[in-house]
């Protein structure tokens, strides 16, 4: 943690300055910036059981296209369906 205190006839500026400073120099904000997008995994459980979800609602979605009858809120139902 960098902690930077005003001097004596100091200025705002120059204290942002020189916190700034002791901020590039101690590299933390390279390791924030590292970590601020992290997403965990997902367990091997949730990424089955995502994999069969899509299966089963591209097959559904095939079949419809297959008959002629697709459209987005056919699409919408059959996702309903498929989580339920």
């Not at 933390?28 to 091997?44: A, G």
């Not at 949730?46 to 079949?63: E, L, P, Q, S, T």
Request: aromatic share 6%.
């Amino acid at each position: 943690m960098v902690e930077v205190r005003k001097k004596d006839n100091e200025t705002s500026e120059g204290l942002v300055r020189r916190f700034t400073r002791s901020m590039q120099q101690s590299k933390i904000l390279p390791k924030v910036r590292k970590q601020r997008f992290y997403v965990k995994d997902k367990n091997k459980g949730r990424v089955k059981k995502d994999a069969i979800y899509r299966m089963k609602v591209g097959k559904a979605a095939d079949k419809l296209k297959r008959m002629g009858i697709f459209t987005d809120e056919k699409l919408k139902d059959i996702k309903k369906n498929v989580n339920s």
